[in-house]
């Protein structure tokens, strides 16, 4: 029985049409995905020339919280870094107790880097001990709060350290790393942290005091962004 050329025609036609049909809805999709793409790409430079342009600027205002420690002794002055430094470590003088405690200070740019520079603050407290103790936060990380043991006096401090502009940032979770641990001799107490609050850093210590240290504060200063 003969076949006719057209019945062999229909699917070849039919291929062709859905080829030509997937060509078109290619043709259709690539400048939509490009607008996309083009639309992605501005609104990252837009975030990233946002984030370029944000000048920090730490506040004069400070606000002290509590770490912990028992109710005697009298207040100490306060250890407290230079404006427009924030604290980058500390250091505690110890006998039997931690008897004085101060900060180290770097200044802070307006991008949130940190420069150079050391300043160590005066010491709150009381005078005495021997040993000296430090904890420092790593390359451009600043401190954001303390960790560690209190009971009728201050038995154990480890810094929190962050990023200055991921604490600029107000985020609740920054990362953080943890200094040294540091100690008086036989330290007991119980567990104790206090963190500045969401976009702020470290800038001084407060304390109350007698013979020894009895009572310890952070205090804090805002970082303000301005663009």
């Known amino acids: 029985m003969a076949i006719s050329n057209g019945s062999r025609e229909v699917p070849r036609i039919a ?3 859905a080829m030509l049909l997937l060509i078109a809805m290619v043709a259709l999709a690539t400048p939509q995905n490009r607008n996309q793409d083009r639309d992605h790409d501005r609104d990252h430079d837009r975030d990233r020339d946002h984030d370029r ?24 002055p306060d250890a407290l870094c230079d404006p427009g430094f924030v604290a980058v470590g500390f250091h505690v003088q110890t006998g039997e107790y931690i008897n ?9 740019r307006s991008d949130g880097s940190l420069g150079q520079e050391r300043r160590m603050t005066a ?6 001990g021997r040993a000296v103790r430090d904890a420092s936060c790593s390359e451009g990380r600043a401190l ?12 154990e401090a480890i810094g929190e350290c ?3 502009r991921e604490l600029a940032s107000r985020s609740d979770n920054p990362r953080t790393e943890l200094t040294e641990s540091v100690t008086r001799p036989r330290p007991g107490g119980r567990s104790d942290e206090v963190q500045c609050p969401p976009g702020s850093v470290v800038t001084g210590f407060r304390s109350r005091s007698g013979d020894y240290m009895d ?6 200063s805002e970082l303000q962004r301005s663009y």
């Open 15 to 17: 291929s062709v049409f």
């Open 215 to 220: 009572h310890l504060w952070i205090v804090c």
């Open 53 to 76: 342009n944000t000048i920090l600027i730490l506040s004069y205002e400070r606000i002290a919280r509590d770490f912990g420690g028992g109710s005697g002794g009298r207040p100490s």
């Open 144 to 155: 954001r709060g303390l960790r560690g043991r209190t009971g009728a006096s201050i038995d």
């Open 123 to 128: 010491r709150t407290g009381s005078p005495g």
């Open 162 to 164: 962050a990023s200055v």
């Open 100 to 108: 004085q405690a101060w900060l180290d200070c770097a200044p802070m």
